[in-house]
C-alpha cells in the first residue's frame, strides 16, 4: 500500500477515464503512457469498464490501473480480476471500505466532511478522495478539514484541470488530484489520440514544475 501511495503521489494526477468502448482500451493506455502519465483511473459508470481493464492491465501492465464509481462489492470483485490495483468510490460507503481492507485491497473512499474523515481515520487509511471538490468547497474545505486530521492526506476530483491544478497541489496535504480534462470522452470515441497523449505530457510537466 504505502509503495503504491508513493507512485500514486509521483505522478501527481490520475487520469480519471469514462470508456464506452473498450476497443479504445489499448490506444488510451498507449497515449497515456507515452505522455508520461502509466496510470488511470476507469470508472465503472459504462459496461464497457471491465474489459477495458482487462486489456489495459494486459497490454501494460506497468500501468498503475484503479476502478472507480464502484458502488458494490461484486463490482470490487470484478474491478480486482479485471486488474484494478485499487478502488475509488464517489462517498464513503462502509461496507465497500471494510470489504477491500478485508482483502488487503486499496481503497479511496470519497470523503467531504468531518464525519465521513473520521470513519476513513478509525480504519487506518492514508488518503480519501474529495468528490466532487470544486462542488464541494474546493482546497478551502480541504485545507479546514485537514487541520484536526495531520496525517490523512487528500485526493480531490472533480471540476479539477490545467489551470486549477496548481492551486492544489501546492497545498502539502494534497497527494495527488483526479482529472478528466485529459481524456475527455470525445477525445476517446474520436480517436484523437495524439491529442491526448499531448494533453497528458502538458499535465505531467506541470505537475513537475509544481512539485519540483
Avoid at 8 to 14: A, L, Q
Avoid at 130 to 157: H, N, Q, R, V
Avoid at 158 to 184: D, P, Q, R
Wanted: aromatic share 8%.
Amino acid at each position: 500500500m504505502d509503495s503504491m501511495l508513493e507512485q500514486v503521489k509521483n505522478f501527481g494526477v490520475i487520469p480519471v477515464v469514462v470508456i464506452n468502448d473498450a476497443k479504445d482500451a489499448k490506444f488510451l493506455a498507449q497515449a497515456l503512457c507515452n505522455g508520461g502519465l502509466p496510470c488511470a483511473e476507469i470508472t465503472f459508470r459504462t459496461e464497457a469498464a471491465v474489459e477495458a481493464l482487462k486489456i489495459m492491465s494486459r497490454e501494460f501492465p506497468q500501468m498503475l490501473l484503479g476502478a472507480g464509481t464502484v458502488l458494490t462489492k461484486t463490482q470490487v470483485d470484478k474491478a480486482i480480476e479485471a486488474g484494478a490495483k485499487f478502488i475509488v468510490s464517489p462517498g464513503f460507503d462502509s461496507e465497500i471500505v471494510d470489504y477491500c481492507l478485508e482483502k488487503n485491497i486499496p481503497v479511496f473512499p470519497g470523503c467531504i466532511t468531518p464525519s465521513e474523515v473520521i470513519q476513513a481515520v478509525k480504519r487506518g487509511l492514508k488518503v480519501v478522495k474529495f468528490f466532487p471538490a470544486e462542488s464541494a468547497g474546493g482546497l478551502d474545505m480541504i485545507k479546514a478539514m485537514s487541520a484536526p486530521y495531520t496525517d490523512l492526506e487528500f485526493m480531490p476530483t472533480g471540476g479539477i484541470h490545467a489551470k486549477n491544478l496548481e492551486n492544489y497541489l501546492s497545498f502539502s496535504k494534497i497527494a495527488a488530484c483526479g482529472g478528466s480534462w485529459m481524456v475527455k470522452s470525445e477525445l476517446i470515441e474520436s480517436g484523437r489520440f495524439d491529442q491526448i497523449e499531448q494533453l497528458t505530457k502538458e499535465a505531467k510537466a506541470l505537475v513537475n514544475k509544481i512539485r519540483k
